[in-house]
């Protein structure tokens, strides 16, 4: 292994710099910047109703009276 490889994993990466934090303290802010950093995968954007086949389906429409305007109603 190279020397900078060595030196990187001996490297803590947090590091108090001022004060005494007990330990519940300095846990409490591993947890959240562990959470802070797990973003996960960003979620799936919703689904466009243009792109529905379900929309092209349509009901059979009856011969009655206001048929025709029941036919270009979106449902």
């Given at each position: ?19 005494e ?55």
């Amino acid at each position: 292994m190279a020397n900078s490889e060595i030196d990187d994993r001996a490297r803590p990466l947090l590091r108090i710099v001022r004060g005494e934090p007990t330990d519940d303290e300095i846990a409490a802010v591993v947890i959240a910047l562990a959470t802070r950093g797990s973003g996960g995968a960003p979620p799936a954007p919703a689904r466009s109703l243009w792109r529905s086949r379900s929309r092209n389906i349509r009901p059979a429409v009856s011969p009655s009276p206001g048929a025709w305007r029941a036919s270009g109603l979106p449902r």
